[in-house]
Nanobody
Framework: QVQLVESGGGLVQAGGSLRLSCATS????????MGWFRQAPGKEREFVAA????????YYADSMKGRFTISRDNAKNAVYLQMNSLKPEDTAVYYC??????????????????WGQGTQVTVVS
């Protein structure tokens, strides 16, 4: 079972930036499609972004397009989420998720088989 560890969350002012990281020790990381999701208090978990196993394809929720960028470094077994122009409504626990597949990532949480523990992002105005 692959283990995912997120980092990079924190407190930031509106308009600021954060870069989240999700790492695994598994050398088979390059076979995983990866996704980022988030869950705000009292709300359901929602899709943020996803990236294919080779990084060739990326997908974003409409509200994140232009502000967030997902990327991966298979040599470092890591996926990243660069978040710019943060808004208070971006406040949530952010989770990375993985699925061993070369298929196109799907923006549904039930498609992913492995999850990290989450990292808190708090945006204050």
């Amino acid at each position: 079972q692959v283990q995912l560890v997120e980092s990079g969350g924190g407190l930031v002012q509106a308009g600021g930036s954060l870069r989240l990281s999700c790492a695994t020790s598994r050398r088979t990381f390059s076979t995983y499609a990866m996704g980022w999701f988030r869950q705000a208090p009292g709300k359901e978990r929602e899709f943020v972004a996803a990236i294919s196993w080779n990084g060739a394809s990326t997908y974003y929720a409409d509200s994140m397009k232009g502000r967030f960028t997902i990327s991966r470094d298979n040599a470092k077994n890591a996926v990243y989420l660069q978040m710019n122009s943060l808004k208070p409504e971006d406040t949530a626990v952010y989770y990375c998720a993985a699925r061993v597949t070369d298929a196109t990532p799907v923006p549904r949480d039930e498609w992913y088989g492995t999850w990290g523990q989450g990292t808190q992002v708090t945006v204050v105005s």
